[in-house]
Structure formats: C-alpha cells, structure tokens
Nanobody, 121 residues
Framework: QVQLVESGGGSAQVGGSLRLACSGP????????MGWFRQSSGSDREGVAVAARGGATEVADSVKGRFTISKDNAKNTVYLQMNNLKPEDTGTYFC???????????????WGQGTQVTVSS
C-alpha cells in the first residue's frame, strides 16, 4: 500500500500564503508524476498542479502566477507554494501520484489523505 504523507495547509487570509508538502515512497512504479488536486464542498475534484521527475509541470489556469509546484526527487517530496490566496482556493487539497503529467484525476493512482486549506477575508 503506497502512502502519501501530507503536511502544511491550514488557514490564511486573502492575499496570504501557505505551503503544502507531500512525501511518498522512494519509488512508485510507473507513477512518478506527483502533484496536487483540490476539492471544495459540492464540487468535483480538480487538478491544481502536477510535476514530472524531469521538471516539467502542468498548472491549472486558475492558479497560474500564484501557485508554484516543485519536487525534490531525492526525497520524493512535492511542494505546493500558494501565494496571493483567494477565497475560492478554499478546499481539501490532496497529494497525488499518477502515471501522466495531467490535471485529470483519471491518471492518478494514489491519493493522500487530504489537508484542509481555508482562505478568509
């Protein structure tokens, strides 16, 4: 059973920043694309950002210029730096390990347990 361990999250005010981190096993066969998805109440889970081992990234238009995904391959850890937070960024953020550089949940094989992010004005 692959376990993705998330940390970070919490509450921030509009315009503030938060940083998420997620660590996984050293090697997840065929599922080396790690990233972040989020889900708010009553909505489907949506892709936020995904990173490949080689450095390529896929970032949702809604967070471009505000969120940055980075990956430490040696530690098999992926980070999501979230700046200039907005109320619509509120939701549960899930770490992911999948088989493609894609923001579609279809390509995710493993999920973290989720961490709450709340942005208030």
């Amino acid at each position: 059973q692959v376990q993705l361990v998330e940390s970070g999250g919490g509450s921030a005010q509009v315009g503030g920043s938060l940083r998420l981190a997620c660590s996984g096993p050293t090697y997840i066969h065929g599922n080396t694309f790690m990233g972040w998805f989020r889900q708010s109440s009553g909505s489907d889970r949506e892709g936020v950002a995904v990173a490949a081992r080689g450095g390529a990234t896929e970032v949702a238009d809604s967070v471009k210029g505000r969120f940055t995904i980075s990956k430490d391959n040696a530690k098999n850890t992926v980070y999501l730096q979230m700046n200039n937070l907005k109320p619509e960024d509120t939701g549960t953020y899930f770490c992911s390990a999948g088989r493609a550089l894609s923001l579609m949940p279809f390509y995710v094989t493993y999920w973290g347990q989720g961490t709450q992010v709340t942005v208030s004005s």
